[in-house]
T-cell receptor, first 114, second 115 residues
Framework: DGGITQSPKYLFRKEGQNVTLSCEQNLNHDAMYWYRQDPGQGLRLIYYSQIVNDFQKGDIAEGYSVSREKKESFPLTVTSAQKNPTAFYLC?????????????FGDGTRLSIL | AQSVAQPEDQVNVAEGNPLTVKCTYSVSGNPYLFWYVQYPNRGLQFLLKYITGDNLVKGSYGFEAEFNKSQTSFHLKKPSALVSDSALYFCAVRDGDQAGTALIFGKGTTLSVSS
């Protein structure tokens, strides 16, 4: 079955630590996205990638970094510069960034501070 | 600039009654409109979309939505609610005529269906 796999499901970060969230898709989609979800705030775009080896900042990129070395993979690093990292992080993909096709979502990673 | 609004934080309905979850949008061009549902600690699942054509769109799990261009609305509806429909619902919009624009999500509406 095609889909998006996010891991781990739960992650804990210590002060001053960088952590990396994994996102893998086998849908052969060109575009991939990272969103942050906080209660009552909907989804906010952190980074997106339209194609391999290319990515752009979204609305709340500060304190985060990404890479897109393979079409299937789009990992997100939450750096120590992100002072309020506690949230639910969702990865998504779509056929193309400007496609009229829907985005497909993984089941998220919940990040908390120790 | 494009935007989307879900004016109700929560909608409560009794099982078997019709339900409506409201969504209004603002884009300068032709809208691409989507509805998603999210269950606790899960990702978003796609329900239906409007790109062009018939204003009444049918989707998964018996849901439908009506595109109203004059009122810039895309309300989600279901004729008979189920307890299992209780979840968080998101409307999303993108300006289909503007290159490089992102998909914008509303803040979500919690649907609670009582038995």
């Amino acid at each position: 079955d095609g889909g998006i796999t996010q891991s781990p499901k739960y992650l804990f970060r210590k002060e001053g630590q960088n952590v990396t969230l994994s996102c893998e898709q086998n849908l052969n989609h060109d575009a991939m996205y990272w969103y942050r979800q906080d209660p009552g705030q909907g989804l906010r775009l952190i980074y997106y990638s339209q194609i391999v080896n290319d990515f752009q900042k979204g609305d709340i990129a500060e304190g985060y970094s990404v890479s897109r070395e393979k079409k299937e993979s789009f990992p997100l690093t939450v750096t120590s510069a992100q002072k309020n990292p506690t949230a639910f992080y969702l990865c998504a993909s779509s056929r193309g960034y400007e496609s009229n096709q829907p985005q497909h979502f993984g089941d998220g990673t919940r990040l908390s501070i120790l | 600039a494009q935007s989307v609004a879900q004016p109700e934080d929560q909608v409560n309905v009794a099982e078997g009654n019709p339900l409506t979850v409201k969504c209004t949008y603002s884009v300068s061009g032709n809208p691409y409109l989507f509805w998603y549902v999210q269950y606790p600690n899960r990702g978003l699942q796609f329900l239906l979309k409007y790109i062009t054509g018939d204003n009444l769109v049918k989707g998964s799990y018996g849901f439908e939505a009506e595109f109203n261009k004059s009122q810039t609305s895309f309300h989600l509806k279901k004729p008979s609610a189920l307890v299992s429909d209780s979840a968080l619902y998101f409307c999303a919009v993108r300006d289909g005529d503007q290159a490089g624009t992102a998909l914008i999500f509303g803040k979500g509406t919690t649907l609670s269906v009582s038995s």
